[in-house]
């Protein structure tokens, strides 16, 4: 059975818990499985040689979701080909794919975890009360070792962009 973190992180000050380890810095990053399509599964490997930076949001379908998706595909075109940007939420392919569509989004990656809830565990972001996964960012450097975490305490926060972008410029 997997680690549960009670109260780890809140949804409107209420506490929920959450699925997996608490990753750290200089971690190895777990492989993982999600879904570029319905029937395209990719993992870690497929961004190998890459910096990768991968945005964690509850549902794209959200403001601050949104917000984080469109700040991160705004810097992701000045990041460069070294950079793989991705953003991986629950929500399935069809309202990924319509949302980058209505959005604009083009040079983020997102992927769905909603077949296996696999990264969501893997990376300690599964919320148990609500099978989404919880805002986070992980900078992953070119040998998949985690080089910056940021879990958000309270879902409906925004991440810290700056630290993040820090982080990754500081990889390239």
């Known amino acids: 059975m997997a680690e549960e973190r009670t109260g780890a992180a809140t949804i409107e000050g209420n506490p929920i818990t959450l699925i997996g380890p608490e990753l750290k810095a200089g971690d190895h990053a777990p492989d993982f499985k999600v879904n570029k399509d319905l029937f ?7 961004f190998s040689g890459k910096v990768k930076l991968v945005s964690v949001v509850p549902s794209l379908d959200t403001k601050v979701c949104d917000a984080q998706t469109r700040r991160f595909n705004e810097e992701a075109a000045k ?10 939420s629950v929500d399935l392919p069809f309202a990924q794919d319509r949302f980058c569509t209505v ?26 009360e609500l099978q989404l996964d919880m805002r986070s960012i992980f900078i992953i450097d070119e040998n998949d070792i985690i080089r910056y975490v940021e879990y958000v305490k309270e879902m409906t926060n925004h991440p810290n962009y700056e630290g993040a972008l820090q982080a990754i410029k500081s990889l390239i």
């Open 40 to 46: 395209t599964e990719v993992g870690l490997k497929d």
């Open 79 to 88: 990041l460069g080909d070294r950079v793989a940007v991705l953003t991986i």
């Open 103 to 128: 959005a604009g989004i083009d040079k983020v990656v997102t992927l769905t975890d909603y077949k296996f809830r696999e990264f969501g565990r893997a990376y300690g972001v599964l919320i148990k």
